[in-house]
């Protein structure tokens, strides 16, 4: 009786060493587990499983929806809803322009960092895309130059309409939030192509130079 309490005992002593052995086996390959060791997915593989909600769409087209939006907006509240109370042209533009790069600061700019998967993704999008009191300053200057080109494209347009027509009173392109959106979405594009395509001249230069200078 006495052998056979012993052999239980023996037993169950090598099944706590055998567990024991299994657990910390599994401890050691979780420890010695690296990201090197993990298969790469390509962005299309990981899209299939992750969660789609409602209707998908590319990023640049989101983004081009917001500016035309946030433009529109100002367009209604502003142009339209000042615009009965200021005779001056030039004063109702100033206006218009230190909504717009308020707007454009505190709030488009913020949604588009909302917006990111990675911090600046989205910078790409923005003349000046860092948070701080001089970018206030510099996009109320920035949405200035763009609204004066929109109140220019406004004014040419229609003096060639009125002068090929021959009525001089006449307003063939108004205001509206809509086409004030598309004009000041695709002047502020512009703008932002140009400033990238300077700011990757200027890296391949300074590149080359740190290139030749390595040499």
């Known amino acids: ?3 056979k309490a012993s052999e239980e005992q023996k037993e169950k002593a090598e099944g706590k060493e055998s567990n ?3 657990r910390s086996d599994a401890v050691d390959d979780l420890v010695q587990s690296h990201t090197g060791r993990t298969k790469a997915y390509s962005e299309k593989e990981l899209r299939r499983y992750r969660t789609r909600k409602g209707i998908t769409m590319p990023e640049w087209v989101k983004v081009l929806l917001l500016k035309i939006w946030f433009a529109g907006v100002v367009c209604y509240f502003i142009i339209w809803g000042l ?3 200021m005779s001056a042209a030039l004063d109702l533009v100033v206006v218009s322009g230190i909504a717009l790069g308020l707007v454009n600061d505190l709030l488009l700019n913020n949604l ?3 917006m990111e998967e990675t911090p600046g993704q989205n910078d790409k999008w923005m003349m000046f895309p860092s948070k701080n009191v001089v970018s206030l300053g510099l996009n109320i200057l920035y949405s200035l130059v763009v609204m004066f080109c929109v109140y220019t494209t406004y004014t040419t347009v229609n003096a060639g309409i009125a002068a090929a ?3 001089a009173d006449e307003v063939a392109l108004g205001v509206e939030p809509i086409s004030f959106g598309l004009l000041y979405m695709a002047f502020d ?4 192509g140009i400033k990238r395509g300077l700011l990757r001249v ?3 230069a300074r ?5 030749e200078a390595g040499k």
């Open 20 to 22: 024991y052995r299994l």
């Open 202 to 204: 200027f890296h391949d």
């Open 83 to 85: 615009g009965l109370y």
């Open 165 to 167: 027509a021959g009525a």
């Open 189 to 192: 594009m512009a703008f932002v």
């Open 112 to 114: 588009l960092h909302f």
């Open 1 to 3: 009786m006495a052998k």
């Open 207 to 211: 590149d080359r130079v740190d290139r």
